[in-house]
Antibody, heavy 117, light 108 residues
Framework: QVQLQESGPGLVKPSETLSLTCTVSGGSISSYYWTWIRQPPGKGLEWIGYIYYTGVTNYNPSLKSRVTMSVDTSKKQFSLKLNSVTAADTAVYYC???????????WGQGTLVTVSS | EIVLTQSPGTLSLSPGERATLSCRASQSVGSSYLTWYQQKPGQAPRLLIFGASSRATGIPDRFSGSGSGTDFTLTISRLEPEDFAVYYCQQYGSSPLTFGGGTKVEIK
């Protein structure tokens, strides 16, 4: 069974960079689209983007100027960096595995990141 | 970007009743690219239906999906206590991937 686990700081100061890593276990990192989604408290889901195992990326245009994703296939990890954060970036951040059709079939448990001084 | 509008926002029903959830897209979405998720409080979303009508592994057959073009429906034939949750539709017919705002199915 594929499992994903997010890790990273739960508190980030305004204007700084949010950094999260997702570790994949129980399956291959090849041939899938490794995705980040976020959910502000009490609100809906927002797609941040994905990175293919080859390193090809696709970001949400609404966040593209601030997002960088990377992948380390040897460690079976992929990462998210979101710079210049504000309080509006406070959310539960999920990593997930996506099929080519966009179906998100495996999810991490999510990690709450709060932006506050 | 394709905007997905889910209705109703909240559905108040009793166990055993039928739930019908709607997802309307601002542009046509290929059926292969329409997905439904269930989310319970404090949990990550769970994949229910992919390709508009195919159940994911382990999903009971009381859940069914239908529709095409701009109108899609998730039906729960007889609500079980564990089905009370928020349901999201999602499309990836065109980038960016987008989600609907969700329908909360609550106990009446």
């Amino acid at each position: 069974q594929v499992q994903l686990q997010e890790s990273g700081p739960g508190l980030v100061k305004p204007s700084e960079t949010l950094s999260l890593t997702c570790t994949v276990s129980g399956g291959s990192i090849s041939s899938y689209y490794w995705t980040w989604i976020r959910q502000p408290p009490g609100k809906g889901l927002e797609w941040i983007g994905y990175i293919y195992y080859t390193g090809v990326t696709n970001y949400n245009p609404s966040l593209k100027s601030r997002v960088t994703m990377s992948v380390d296939t040897s460690k079976k990890q992929f990462s998210l960096k979101l710079n210049s954060v504000t309080a509006a970036d406070t959310a539960v951040y999920y990593c997930a595995r996506a099929q080519i059709t966009g179906d998100l079939d495996f999810w991490g448990q999510g990690t709450l990141v709060t932006v506050s001084s | 970007e394709i905007v997905l509008t889910q209705s109703p926002g909240t559905l108040s029903l009793s166990p055993g009743e039928r739930a019908t959830l709607s997802c309307r897209a601002s542009q046509s979405v290929g059926s292969s690219y329409l997905t439904w998720y269930q989310q319970k409080p404090g949990q990550a979303p769970r994949l229910l239906i992919f390709g508009a009508s195919s159940r994911a592994t382990g999903i009971p057959d009381r859940f069914s999906g239908s529709g095409s073009g701009t109108d899609f429906t998730l039906t729960i034939s007889r609500l079980e206590p564990e089905d009370f949750a928020v349901y999201y539709c999602q499309q990836y017919g065109s980038s960016p991937l987008t989600f609907g705002g969700g329908t909360k199915v609550e106990i009446k």
